[in-house]
């Protein structure tokens, strides 16, 4: 188990618990999904256990939240808020988190069944103590502004390669290619940033104010917050507001009784998904305003004149000016509100001696909305009809739970012994309604005024049912032994196949209290653990196990007829998924516990995926949904702890984890060695014996030179080229049969290797920390790069060191040079990093001070976030690819905060 404190959750004053995570627990992978405000965070708990695609391969789609359900989950741990089943980690302020909780083997999971088949995530709130009142206020505010930009040529760098450079390596150009309005920029010495000029500073702050205190057998906490986070395109914010009420009551000895309550709501105006990818891909000699145009015939400027100063095709008839779109909401807005309701409830008895009866009861309801409106002057409408439309989700579910726990101690003999009964159920009801062709900008608030209109919805169902027992045994406070039963049922699978059992064992030896081992005075602490468990994972959508009816249209006679017809083939024998785990654990401490260390080995493999399986085009269908494949995650974690400096005034202490998880598929269905997660494309690859999400592809060794000249004509090449690996030696490059031609597992999505570290050093009331945070091996199709290269006379480019005669790089091919077959294999690059997350500067006032002010405790501190990284990367933002498509430029942050408690 993994566990990080208040003051590591809210170190960086995330706007998302989740991002807290990030470089602290081994065995815990957490991975921004884009720079857009208030996006989600994904974690990968040990590995992938299941066959998901990942839209960010590539870097043409980035995970923008544009539903109810933005991303497949099916890897996502279960997160556990206050007793509340099923939460969602952006749904509870970083401010009013106590501890967050990492149950990671199929042993500790096991409590929570198939749900916590990805691990488990429990989030313990703050909660009052008896006392007088006390009252906090934690408030941030800081400017947030882009940084760490991947650099483009100027529109003298760009003429020289796409001229200069194309004719020197052999190509027929001309400066034709430029039209006045773009030589008048570049002959005058100018340049055009596209992206400079929709991009701006943006504010990050954040503020909660809580109460606490108790009195007479009942504690409360009552807080509410604000949390705004900017982004660096105008129109794009995220604005959350939430309250959250926890009360704890003991009415009499044998009865306790509590509840906690959580309510947000947020907006998120994203503003354009397509003006900053147009921003990049638009030449630097562009034109942004009317005024500055020498000829406005030439790029049919004049057709439309000028639009609020703006110069509407930039000079060069092309896109629609990014910048104009991004200047209004009239011309492209996406905006996302979301307000979300969840508490729990909980009644305990303790009904003799030792035993104890609690119920508690959790509910969670969230309604989100999503609304777009795209004008005549965003890219996609491009003068013509304008597009509404809006889209309402509402997600409800409730969890009950009776649990029954009897303890009882005796002699060196301690006895837990714990029964449960668990009822779950979910639903999820979508509505939406599209637009064309609104005769004013009336947004999504008058669609009915439109020219043509499409509507839809859908809802879906699910439950879940447990039974668990557990034992636990302690003997002599040294041997630990834990014995967990669990009985599960899903309504998504199939008949007779819906329930399934799953066990687990725990044993654990306190080492450093035996006499043989304190002789050695070594070790201040020495803990062995073992387990081994199995866990089940039902993540099939609801319905994929019954017949299901589709669309079809018909000629009925001289008329079209529409119809339905059978939609999927049903698998009655669907059942579950089902992992198991051995776990070997060992604790350590050194020097009166001043180095501490526990490191974990497992080995996992999950068997029985659910996943399409190929069938004969007999059937008439071509997949089915099948218990098919095996997947294996055996890996390494470790957590150091020092305290490096303890003095009266200094302290130095040091935090190191450190994570390695090799994946591999084990096993294809009808013994196949390869196979797809959906298209053929190469980050859809599955090969027996690599990672999931393995890029299969061509290998790039570089870039041919003049003395490879004789060998490059063998393959149909010439010197500036990209140059692939002939993997069989037939002297030809070529897509085949997979496994003969000369496509290999080029790399994986997964990392390595992870590695966290903070460093936290204090003089008297002085305070300094120190985050880092290193991902090794993971590696992406460039986004930046396959989308921002263009050929000579074409649009932006990457400031990159291309190929000539005289400057023979190995870097990316020559301008002007042909396009070759796979050339895009040089785009499939080493993604690792090393992050410095944040760093604080802080000052607490002295304990005389705040005495006398009539306060507990005052904090300052200045925060930089995100200062720097350092990676061989060319291009966007390396953890998640960061290609612009519904996407916000890279940023920084400086921060100043206090905390004030009385």
Do not use: C
């Amino acid at each position: 188990m993994g566990t990080v404190s208040a003051k590591e959750i809210t170190r960086g004053n995330p706007s998302n618990a989740t991002q807290a995570l990030q470089g602290q627990v081994p065995g815990v992978l957490v991975t921004k999904l884009s720079n857009k405000p208030g996006q989600l965070w994904s974690i990968a708990i040990r590995g992938e256990n299941t066959i998901t695609a990942n839209p960010n391969a590539d870097g043409a789609t980035n995970l923008t939240l544009v539903s109810s359900n933005p991303q497949n989950m099916n890897t996502e741990p279960l997160v556990v808020i206050d007793g509340v089943v099923g939460g969602k980690l952006q749904d509870i302020s970083p401010a009013d988190i106590q501890t967050i909780d990492i149950l990671k083997d199929a042993s500790s999971t096991a409590i929570y069944g198939s749900r916590g088949a990805n691990g488990v995530v429990i989030i313990t709130s703050k909660r009052g103590s008896t006392g007088k009142p006390r009252v906090t206020v934690d408030f941030y505010s800081g400017r947030k502004t882009p940084d760490h930009l991947p650099p483009m040529q100027n529109a003298q760098q760009f003429y020289k390669s796409s001229l200069t450079d194309a004719a020197l390596n052999g190509a027929v150009v001309s400066e034709t290619m430029f039209n006045v309005n773009e030589l008048a920029i570049i002959n005058g010495g100018r340049t055009t940033d596209l992206v400079g000029a929709m991009t701006q500073p943006g504010i990050n702050m954040g503020a909660n104010i809580a109460v606490s205190g108790g009195s007479n057998g009942t504690n409360y906490r009552f807080s509410g917050g604000y949390i705004q986070e900017d982004g660096m395109q105008a129109n794009t914010t995220y604005k959350k507001y939430n309250l959250n009420a926890a009360v704890d009551s003991k009415i009499t000895k044998f009865l306790k009784v509590g509840f906690t309550l959580y309510a947000n709501y947020s907006t998120n105006p994203t503003g354009s998904f397509e003006a900053l990818r147009t921003a990049y891909r638009e030449r630097p000699t562009s034109t942004i305003y009317y005024k500055d145009l020498v000829d406005p015939v030439i790029g049919r400027d004049d057709i439309t004149g000028a639009v609020n100063g703006y110069a509407v095709r930039m000079g060069r008839n092309t896109a629609m000016n990014p910048v104009l779109e991004a200047s209004s909401l009239a011309n492209y807005t996406w905006t996302r509100t979301v307000a979300s309701q969840m508490g729990s409830a909980y009644g305990e008895l303790n009904l003799l001696k030792g035993l104890v009866f609690k119920t508690t009861i959790s509910a969670s309801n969230q309604h989100a909305k999503q609304d777009e409106y795209r004008g005549t002057y965003s890219k996609s409408v491009n003068l013509g009809l304008t597009r509404g439309s809006v889209e309402d989700d509402y997600i409800t579910a409730y969890t009950f739970d009776n649990q029954l726990t009897y303890n009882l101690e005796k002699g060196k003999s301690k006895l837990n012994v714990t029964g449960l009964q668990s009822a779950f159920k979910t639903s999820t009801e979508m509505n939406v309604g599209s637009v064309t062709n609104l005769p004013f900008n009336s947004f999504w608030y008058n669609m009915q005024s439109a020219g043509s209109y499409s509507i839809g919805s859908s809802f879906s169902q699910r439950s879940l049912s447990s039974y668990m027992g557990r034992i636990n045994y302690t003997f002599n406070d040294k041997y630990l032994f834990t014995f967990t039963g669990r009985s599960d049922g899903a309504s998504q699978l199939a008949e007779g196949k819906k329930w399934a059992f799953f066990p687990s064992g725990a044993f654990a030896w306190r080492l450093g209290d035996e006499n043989f081992v304190k002789d050695l005075n070594v070790f201040s602490d020495l803990k062995l653990r073992v387990s081994f468990g199995q866990v089940g994972n039902s993540v099939v959508s609801p319905y994929q196990t019954s017949a299901t009816l589709a669309g079809t249209n018909y000629n009925f006679g001289q008329n079209a007829g529409i119809g339905l017809a059978p939609g999927n083939l049903p698998n009655q024998q669907l059942g579950w998924e089902r992992s198991e785990e051995l776990n070997l654990g060992l604790n350590v401490g050194f020097f009166n516990n001043r180095v501490t260390a526990a490191i974990e080995v497992y080995n996992r493999t999950t068997k029985d995926l659910i996943m399409r399986q190929a069938l004969p085009t007999t059937s008439g269908f071509g997949t089915i949904i099948a218990n098919v494949g095996r997947v294996s995650n055996k890996g390494v974690e470790m957590l150091v702890n020092t305290t490096n400096i303890t003095t009266k005034n200094v302290m130095w202490t040091t935090s190191l984890n450190f994570t390695k998880n090799v994946n591999k598929l084990e096993e294809l269905p009808n013994g196949a060695k390869y196979g797809w997660s959906g298209g053929t494309n190469p980050e859809n690859a599955l090969a027996v014996g690599y990672p999931l999400k393995s890029f299969l592809y061509f290998q790039a060794a570089g870039i041919w030179q003049l003395g490879d000249s004789v060998e490059a004509k063998r393959y149909g090449q010439v010197p500036g080229q990209v140059r692939i690996v002939d993997q069989n030696n037939d002297g030809k490059i070529s897509a085949g049969v997979i496994g003969q031609d000369d496509r290999v597992i080029v790399g994986s999505q997964l990392p390595n290797y992870t590695l966290g570290m903070t460093n936290r050093v204090s003089y008297k009331n002085l305070d300094v920390a120190v985050m880092m945070y290193y991902r090794n091996g993971t590696m992406f199709k460039n986004g930046f790069m396959s989308s921002y290269i263009s050929d000579a006379g074409g649009g932006a480019r990457l400031n990159l060191n291309y190929w000539t005669r005289n400057n023979p790089s190995n870097e990316i091919w020559g301008m002007g040079i042909p396009g070759s077959n796979f050339r895009g294999a040089i785009f499939y690059q080493d993604a690792s990093f090393l992050r410095i997350a944040d760093v604080t500067f802080g000052y607490t006032l002295p304990k005389a001070k705040t005495d006398k002010m009539g306060i507990d405790k005052m904090r300052f501190y200045l925060q930089l976030i995100n200062p720097a990284y350092f990676t061989k990367y060319l291009g966007g933002d390396p953890e998640y690819n960061g290609a612009a498509y519904q996407d916000d430029v890279p940023s920084s942050t400086v921060t100043f905060g206090f905390n004030l408690g009385f």
